[in-house]
């Protein structure tokens, strides 16, 4: 039995006064599913098993490069993180593992081990950091990383990523994302052909010491911190790595790192059909990399790629197993607040999109009817699904509201007082 770190009791006093209301809500809605031929706890059983990843870094408050506004009782270290990630998996019960982030949460792995199965927790895929330079690290990533014109500066970014697996191996991690800065700032800074060259050969090093039950993920980013080229700059580029680099290999997306008005859904069918989707970094944004909260501008595209992912999972896409992790900057909010309805909203995308009627889109589909097409998805995107959300919760053992109940618990103040504020801190935006 794991340990909580909110009073169970309290969470159950908060539960009750919102039950009796919650039941009635459930039954309306399913009254109204069943009308539509769809079971509700068939959605709910589904929601339940839903899981995304909390990166460690979300639960800092993040910044911009203008200034960064610590909040109270931020994360000193690892340990702290892996609390705070406690408590949003204590109430929601969708956030079952930690992303970790190397060197910012190196420590003893059978002390993280312990840190995390303590509260139940497990570790998703590790995130190597070769985009800024560590203490006491010998050769500086400025100009690059994997695809630096320097021998010794990709040997050590290698070595570096080559640390981070057998840190995950040691922590139960399975999967290995490689995200790096590298790109120029000037036209004719950076050979680009030559530079991809030199990546794809560091990445190849990388791939060879990748364990045989793991995989590798590469993140595709359009601009920033380099502002003219990127190496990994987008999908297409993404799916040259992953197909250069073998079976274990495939392609994340960030949502928030296209440019604006991308179809990103139609990426994610792309990489689906061509079976490198490796996974996600959820976030939204409104005009680059904002790094919001999930759902939070354009709930309508986290849905549309939703949509994408059901249709893959009902039609048994072969060795369709996408990662789902959240990778989002909290500049103005309590960043455990975000984080646990940034967690409801992909589950609200995920359940939304469980409720299409496929068959009948299909037909419209076939009759090329684009009106009731497109109002097929609309009607399962109207549908408030929130009873069937805050239903998985209960019967998992989260909270109905968790935001209420972890106001309700004042967790925020009492680490405030445990935590004092350090000056800068390990944030960073990825
Ligand atoms: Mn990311």
Redesign the pocket.
């Known amino acids: 039995m794991s340990e909580s770190i909110i009073s169970a009791d309290l969470v159950d006093t908060d539960n009750a006064a919102r039950k009796a209301n919650l039941e009635r809500d459930y039954a309306s809605l399913g009254e109204r599913l069943d009308r539509r031929g769809i079971a509700i706890d068939a959605i709910r059983d589904k929601v339940e098993k839903f899981a995304v990843a909390i990166?460690s870094w979300g639960v800092g408050t993040g910044g911009t490069r203008f200034a960064r506004f610590p909040g109270a009782g931020e994360p000193r270290d690892i340990f702290d993180k892996i609390e705070d990630c406690a408590v949003i998996q204590q109430l929601t019960q969708a956030t079952p593992t930690v992303s970790l982030h190397i060197p910012w949460d190196k420590a003893d792995p059978n002390r993280l081990k312990q840190a995390a199965s303590r509260f139940g927790l497990g570790f998703d895929a590790m995130n190597s950091n070769t985009f800024s330079d560590a203490r006491d690290q010998k050769l500086s990533y400025k100009f690059g990383s994997l695809s630096h014109a320097d021998a010794g500066t990709r040997r050590q970014a290698v070595e570096h990523n080559l640390e981070c697996i057998e840190i995950g191996r040691a922590l139960g991690s399975k999967a290995l994302?490689v995200?790096i800065g590298d790109g120029s700032n000037f036209p004719g800074q950076v050979n680009f052909a030559k530079a991809f060259e030199r990546y794809l050969d560091a990445m190849k090093e990388i791939y060879a010491g990748l364990p045989a039950d793991w995989k590798l993920f590469s993140?595709h980013?359009m601009y920033e911190p380099a502002f003219y080229s990127t190496v990994v700059q987008d999908w297409g580029t993404n799916y040259m790595i992953a197909q250069e680099l073998g079976d274990k290999a495939f392609c994340?997306v960030?949502l928030?790192?296209h440019a604006p008005n991308v179809n990103i859904e139609m990426i994610v069918s792309r990489l689906i059909q061509f079976k490198k989707l490796g996974g996600f970094?959820f976030?939204d944004s409104k005009y680059g990399d904002d790094d919001l909260d999930a759902g939070s501008i354009d709930p309508y595209r986290l849905f549309l790629v939703f949509n994408e992912l059901v249709d893959a999972e009902l039609s048994g896409a072969e060795g369709f197993d996408p990662a789902h992790?959240l990778?989002q900057s909290h500049n103005v909010t309590d960043p455990i607040e975000s984080l646990m309805l940034s967690a409801a909203e992909v589950q609200r995308a995920y359940a939304q999109a469980l409720l299409v009627d496929r068959k009948a889109l299909e037909g419209f589909q076939d009759l090329n009817d684009a009106l009731m097409a497109t109002q097929t998805l609309k009607a399962a995107y109207r549908t408030d699904v929130e009873p069937i959300l805050a239903m998985a919760r209960l019967k998992t053992g989260g909270a109905i509201d968790p935001v209420a109940a972890y106001r309700a618990a004042g967790y925020r103040t009492k680490v405030a007082a445990e935590r004092p504020a350090v000056a800068g801190g390990s944030g960073g935006?990825?």
């Open positions: 990166p994302t995200w993140e980013k994340l960030d928030g790192h970094h976030n992790m990778d935006i990825v």
